[in-house]
């Protein structure tokens, strides 16, 4: 690999210099990214047409606590509506739309306090999906807050408003349910899966 290095012409040798550092500089954009949204979060406005809360694997801590999450914004009057969005997958026993609406029902159960206008999204399998069908069922919501894991939040925001939504919130739960390996494994994977998705978004 030495020798041939050496062997390429001097022209050959800088255009290779100036790729590597292109894709260096674009990976620590990426990653910035990744970091700078799971651990900033906007002022939220009084009123929001909408929370989008994105779905985990049925059973998990994510799928309870972002549901939470969600509903938080329900509970302090600064939505009626929550979109509920996740399909059923493999193993599940239903789609993740559905867990996380029994997760709302049984803590309105055990405070007592009103359902919020709930719309289930389940088709969706990718994060894609879950914006772009999210954004059809809810036409008229402009400004929305989506919640997911904070890793996961620079992708969604990204999507949400490619999709169509005006104004996109986020936020997110603070990711105590996770090992610190599991964390640094989902952060390194949001950045390959954000330059995978760069073309849709182009």
């Known amino acids: 690999m030495v020798n041939l290095w050496h062997r390429l012409p001097i022209r050959a040798k800088r255009g290779l210099r100036a790729a590597a550092v292109?894709?260096?500089?674009?990976?620590i954009l990426d990653l910035s990214a990744v970091i700078g949204f799971s651990i900033t979060h906007p002022a939220i406005p009084?009123?929001?047409?909408?929370?989008?809360?994105?779905?985990?694997?049925?059973?998990?801590?994510?799928?309870?606590?972002?549901?939470?999450?969600?509903?938080?914004?329900?509970?302090?009057g600064k939505t009626?509506?929550?979109i509920l969005s996740g399909a059923r997958g493999p193993g599940e026993?239903?789609?993740?739309?559905?867990?996380?609406?029994?997760?709302?029902?049984?803590?309105?159960?055990k405070t007592h306090g009103n359902m919020p206008h709930i719309i289930l999204e389940t088709r969706s399998a990718n994060t894609f999906q879950n914006l772009s069908n999210s954004r059809a069922l809810a036409p008229h919501a402009q400004n929305v807050i989506v919640v997911?894991?904070?890793y996961h939040l620079a992708r969604s925001v990204a999507i949400a408003k490619h999709v169509g939504f005006n104004h996109v919130y986020w936020d997110a739960p603070k990711?105590?349910?996770y090992k610190s390996i599991d964390l640094a494994h989902y952060y390194m994977r949001?950045?390959?899966?954000?330059?995978?998705?760069?073309?849709?978004l182009i």
């Open 175 to 177: 990711p105590s349910y």
């Open 190 to 200: 949001e950045v390959v899966a954000i330059i995978a998705y760069l073309p849709k």
């Open 93 to 109: 026993p239903v789609s993740e739309a559905q867990a996380m609406q029994d997760v709302i029902q049984e803590r309105i159960a």
């Open 80 to 82: 009626n509506t929550l």
């Open 22 to 27: 292109v894709v260096a500089v674009g990976l």
């Open 148 to 150: 997911s894991d904070g």
């Open 46 to 76: 009084e009123h929001v047409d909408a929370v989008v809360v994105l779905g985990a694997k049925v059973g998990t801590p994510a799928l309870t606590y972002r549901t939470l999450t969600g509903l938080k914004y329900y509970e302090e």
